[in-house]
């Protein structure tokens, strides 16, 4: 069964500390996202990758950076966790011309206390 | 920029019709999907449509016209286990922006 896997359910980080998201993909898709999805606010692009040590910025960048050293795995990383960064975080992937749609991670939902 | 828009809540009773509406202004249109999401999981795909015109899976339908920017989600024969969170996404270059959802609500 394809899938893709985001290392924690759940996690909790105080204020200030440097979090790391794991997004693990076995279906050799080239484009990986992150999104957070926050209570009517749908899905935000956060960073995509179309490919290996390719980064773009999404609509909401500020305060998260990526890193894509293999096809399979895209990070997530939160410089200096803030509370407004609480929310749930979803890993998808896609094959490149996107028309099969994204499969979407479990999620990440993530407490900055 | 891109934008779209969708109700934010349907309500309908099992066995009936819903239609989901999404309008869209973006630029760069390449297509519009539809995902599902119920409560505590991930958004699940269900359709893509490119070209104008209705696209069949099922008890779910999908219908795009791209010269009014405008899509629905057609689900027939409703059942309990529809009522989740539907999302519009327009695609743009293999990046989807994503609406805000619609929740419905099967009812008995």
């Known amino acids: 069964d394809v899938k893709v896997t985001q290392s924690s359910r759940y996690l909790v980080k105080r204020t200030g500390e440097k979090v790391f998201l794991e997004c693990v993909q076995d279906?050799?898709?080239?484009?990986m996202f992150w999104y957070r999805q926050d209570p009517g606010l749908g899905l935000r692009l956060i960073y995509f990758?179309?490919?290996?040590?390719?980064?773009e910025k999404g609509d909401i960048p500020e305060g998260y950076s990526v890193s894509r050293e293999k096809k399979e795995r895209f990070s997530l990383i939160l410089e200096s966790a803030s509370t407004n960064q609480t929310s749930m975080y979803l890993c998808?992937?896609?094959?490149?011309?996107?028309?099969?749609?994204?499969?979407f991670g479990s999620g990440t939902r993530l407490t900055v206390v | 920029g891109q934008s779209l828009e969708q109700p934010s809540e349907v309500t309908a009773v099992e066995g009936a019709i819903v239609q989901i509406n999404c309008t869209y202004q973006?630029?760069?249109?390449?297509?519009l999907s539809w995902y599902q999401q119920h409560d505590g999981g991930a958004p699940t795909f269900l359709s893509y449509?490119?070209?104008?015109g209705l696209e069949e899976t099922g008890r779910f339908s999908s219908f795009l016209s791209r010269s009014d920017s405008y899509g629905y989600l057609l689900l027939q024969e409703l059942q309990m286990k529809d009522s989740a969170s539907y999302f519009c996404?327009?695609?743009?270059?293999?990046?989807?922006?994503f609406g805000d959802g619609t929740t419905l609500t099967v009812k008995p």
């Open positions: 998808a992937s896609s094959f490149l011309q996107g028309s099969s749609g994204y499969t």
């Open positions: 279906m050799d898709h080239e484009n």
């Open positions: 990758s179309y490919d290996v040590k390719m980064k």
């Open positions: 973006t630029s760069g249109f390449y297509g």
């Open positions: 449509n490119a070209l104008d």
């Open positions: 996404a327009s695609s743009n270059a293999g990046k989807s922006t």
